[in-house]
Structures are given as structure tokens and as C-alpha cells.
């Protein structure tokens, strides 16, 4: 048997990769992806400790997270498409029209 | 025993690559492809974990419908290479700082203070079976999950909204307002 500590060391590697690519990328769809890696390492943790406990909440929670998910990355891509529309570009560095 | 840590390392080695790769790829597409391969293999590891339904859920949910949706979206905007040079370069490398730090603690905490962590324990055949998950969603879970329900038709409705051509919408406020005008000159017309 794995121990679960190991699924914990792999869960925080991901969610650390995927708060890397938040903070470095500049293209706003990759890092829409790497808060998906981030919200996905999260969903692992809950797998791996439901498993330790042998208890079902946190995979009910996963099946949670990944409806919350599908919503968010629909809404989130629609405003990536408008963004999109009114400035030609999806960079960030670019959407700094509220900067003071 | 061992062929299970065995297979823990491969696949871990896999979607840690596949996780480096999503990031480093100048290609959006690419990373896109990266990103689906990780999530394959997290499903695997929720099979490994004994949980069957969520690793299909993550397969036709994750991996197969968001995944399509970032596909779609990358290839209508035709965003692949829209990252433009690299700004701020002071960002970049307090960026990595900060994320050897986050490692550092859950290392810490993994590792140094292992009390937090206990072991798995084997489980009966029928855990997590497709029938448990569904009998605990419909008992305890049902008003959480007749929320999701409302929650994606919220989301739903919005993105039809967020993304409905402005043209359109433009047309129409401009139809009413000609209709009000029309109304009105008339009048005008008659006390003139």
C-alpha cells in the first residue's frame, strides 16, 4: 500500500506547478489552466484522505468541486471571449484599464 | 506491495512532467494537450484510491468536457501565441521564491510533523462502489446537489449573456429608441 503521505507530497508538487503558472504566465488561458491543476491537486487530497479514513464525504466533495468547476471554466472563457472582442489580446499585462 | 509503489512513481513521474510541461509550452495548444494527459493520469490515481467514480467522473467531465472547451476557445480566438514579451522581470523570480516556499511548508508538514498522516488501510470491496456514492448524493447530499443543478443553469444563462454578440443588443435598444422617437414627433408635428 502507497502511503497516503506520498499522495499528500504529490498533491502539494502539482498545487505548488499550478501556483507557479498562475504567477509567471502571461497568457490568460494558461493560467485559467493552472488554477484547474491547482483546483485538480485539491481534488487528489480529498481522494487520498477519504481513502485513509474510509470515509465517503470527501470524494462527494470532489464530485462537488468538479460540477463548481465545469461552471466556473465556462463562465470564466466567456469572459476571456469578451475580453478577447473588445482589446485583441488575452495578455494580462494588457487588461490594466482600472490601474489608477 | 511493491508493484503499487512502482506504479505510484511512474504515474507520479507522468503528471508531474505533464503538470512542468503545461507551463513551459510556448504553444497553448500544446499546454492544453499536457493538461489532459495530467488529468488522465490523476484519474488513474483515483482508481488506485478506490474511488471508480469520481476517476470516470474527471475522465467525461474534466478531461473530456472542460479540456474541449479550452480547445475550442484557444483555436476560436486563435490565442496559441498571443504571449508577448516577458514585462516586470522582477516577477518572474520572486514568482519561484515564493513557490519553493509553499513546497518547503507542505514538506514540513508532510514529512517533519508525519503525526497528520496516517496510513491507508485496506477496504472493503464494495467502498466508493457507484451505488454508495449515489445513495449518500441522494440522502444526506440531496440539497447540495440540487444546488449544483441551479448553479449550472446560472452559468448557463450567464455565459449566453457574457457572450452574446453586443451588436445585437445595441440593435435593439436603438430599435426601441427610434420606435419612442417615432411616437413622439407626431406630437411634435400636431402642435407645430
Redesign the interface.
Known amino acids: 500500500m502507497v502511503p497516503v503521505s506520498y499522495y499528500f507530497a504529490l498533491s502539494a508538487i502539482l498545487f505548488a506547478l499550478g501556483a507557479l503558472g498562475v504567477l509567471i504566465r502571461r497568457n490568460a488561458i494558461i493560467i485559467f489552466m493552472s488554477v484547474e491543476l491547482m483546483l485538480n491537486a485539491a481534488n487528489l487530497l480529498f481522494v487520498a484522505f477519504a481513502r485513509m479514513y474510509e470515509a465517503l464525504q470527501g470524494q462527494i466533495y470532489v464530485f462537488f468541486v468538479i460540477a463548481v468547476a465545469a461552471a466556473e471554466v465556462a463562465v470564466g472563457l466567456a469572459i476571456i471571449v469578451a475580453i478577447f472582442r473588445t482589446k485583441k489580446s488575452i495578455d494580462i499585462d494588457e487588461m490594466s484599464s482600472l490601474k489608477g | 506491495?511493491s508493484i503499487?509503489?512502482l506504479l505510484?512513481f511512474v504515474l507520479?513521474t507522468v503528471?508531474?512532467i505533464a503538470?512542468?510541461g503545461?507551463?513551459f509550452s510556448r504553444n497553448?495548444v500544446y499546454?492544453?494537450l499536457f493538461?489532459i494527459l495530467?488529468?488522465a493520469t490523476?484519474a488513474v490515481?483515483?482508481l488506485?484510491?478506490?474511488?471508480p467514480?469520481?476517476a470516470m467522473?474527471?475522465v467525461t467531465?474534466?478531461a473530456g468536457?472542460?479540456m474541449v472547451?479550452?480547445l475550442f476557445?484557444?483555436m476560436?480566438?486563435g490565442?496559441e501565441r498571443?504571449?508577448?514579451r516577458?514585462?516586470?522581470g522582477w516577477?518572474?523570480p520572486?514568482?519561484?521564491l515564493?513557490?519553493i516556499v509553499?513546497?518547503v511548508e507542505?514538506?514540513y508538514l508532510?514529512?517533519v510533523r508525519?503525526d497528520l498522516?496516517?496510513?491507508?488501510?485496506?477496504?472493503a470491496s464494495n467502498?466508493?462502489s457507484p451505488e454508495?456514492?449515489g445513495e449518500?448524493?441522494f440522502s444526506d447530499?440531496l440539497l447540495?446537489f440540487e444546488i449544483?443543478s441551479v448553479?449550472?443553469l446560472?452559468?448557463?444563462v450567464?455565459?449566453i449573456v457574457?457572450?452574446k454578440e453586443?451588436k445585437l443588443l445595441r440593435e435593439h435598444t436603438d430599435v426601441m429608441e427610434n420606435g419612442k422617437e417615432e411616437a413622439r414627433s407626431p406630437q411634435g408635428a400636431g402642435g407645430k
Do not use: C
Open positions: 506491495m503499487d509503489l505510484f507520479a503528471a508531474v503538470a512542468l503545461m507551463l497553448a499546454s492544453a493538461l495530467n488529468f490523476v490515481f483515483f488506485l484510491l478506490g474511488a467514480f469520481i467522473a474527471q467531465v474534466y468536457a472542460i472547451l479550452f476557445v484557444i476560436l480566438l490565442a498571443v504571449e508577448g516577458h514585462r516586470g516577477q518572474r520572486v514568482a519561484v515564493l513557490t509553499l513546497l507542505s514538506g508532510i514529512f508525519s498522516v496516517g496510513a491507508v488501510a485496506p477496504v467502498y466508493a454508495a456514492i449518500l448524493l447530499y447540495p449544483t448553479l449550472l446560472a452559468a448557463m450567464g455565459v457574457l457572450t453586443e
